[in-house]
């Protein structure tokens, strides 16, 4: 069974930066991609980041180019997303997810099956 935990959120003041970790287990072959996902106050759950773990592609929304890199360690099993130059508008929950390349770059939460429990992270203005 296919798990995930996230963990690394907090408080951090605008421009500062955060890393979140995904770990994971369960996967039985790296026909799989982990994504990260948002969900603000009020607003639908996004994508934010995502890495194909069989080839290392990275994929981000428009929003976070330039500031967030998503990254493993295969060896710990642990995807991490680095988060600089953070904004009052990154504020959200950070969820992990997975599934199949297919499902995750699309960036559609409804057709991921997999997911971890969230992290707060909150960017004071």
């Known amino acids: 069974e296919v798990q995930l935990q996230a963990s690394g959120g907090g408080l951090v003041q605008a421009g500062g930066s955060l890393r979140l970790s995904c770990a994971t287990s369960?996967?039985?072959?790296?026909?799989?991609?982990i994504g990260w996902f948002r969900q603000a106050p009020g607003k639908e759950r996004e994508g934010v980041s995502c890495i194909v773990l069989n080839d290392g592609s990275t994929y981000y929304a428009d929003s976070v180019k330039g500031r967030f890199t998503i990254s493993r360690d295969n060896a710990k099993n642990t995807v991490y997303l680095q988060m600089n130059s953070l904004k009052a508008e990154d504020t959200a929950v950070y969820y992990c997810a997975a599934d199949s390349p297919e499902r995750v770059v699309s960036g559609l939460p409804p057709l991921i099956n997999y997911w971890g429990q969230g992290t707060l992270v909150t960017v004071s203005s």
């Open positions: 369960g996967f039985t072959s790296d026909d799989y991609a």
